[in-house]
Nanobody, 124 residues
Framework: QVQLVESGGGLVQAGGSLRLSCAASGRTFNSYRMGWFRQAPGKERELVAA????????FYADSVKGRFTISRDYAKNTVYLQMNNLKPEDTAVYYC?????????????????WGQGTQVTVSS
């Protein structure tokens, strides 16, 4: 059974940092792309960052470039999202997802597996 389990969300002041983790299990993800999506109340789910598991190729949404960093740890089968200089507009539920390299990578329908989500709240 495939599982993606997120952790690391919480409440932080503007300008602060958080690191989200996504522990993957249940299959080999070597040929997959891992993504971090977020969804704020009343808004569509959007991709903020993605990484190809094998090559480490990354993608970032313009809104988070220079502030967020996605990475993966082979040994721990875990993907991370380091979020720095957080802003109130980053407040959302953050989801980890895995795609068998479907395109476009920003399309949530291309992702086969999803975690349960973790809340990130940034206060001003």
């Amino acid at each position: 059974q495939v599982q993606l389990v997120e952790s690391g969300g919480g409440l932080v002041q503007a300008g602060g940092s958080l690191r989200l983790s996504c522990a993957a299990s249940g299959r080999t993800f070597n040929s997959y792309r891992m993504g971090w999506f977020r969804q704020a109340p009343g808004k569509e789910r959007e991709l903020v960052a993605a990484i190809s598991w094998r090559r480490g190729t990354t993608f970032y949404a313009d809104s988070v470039k220079g502030r967020f960093t996605i990475s993966r740890d082979y040994a721990k089968n875990t993907v991370y999202l380091q979020m720095n200089n957080l802003k109130p507009e980053d407040t959302a539920v953050y989801y980890c997802a895995a795609s068998s390299l479907g395109i476009p990578i920003t399309d949530s329908l291309q992702y086969d597996y999803w975690g349960q989500g973790t809340q990130v709240t940034v206060s001003s």
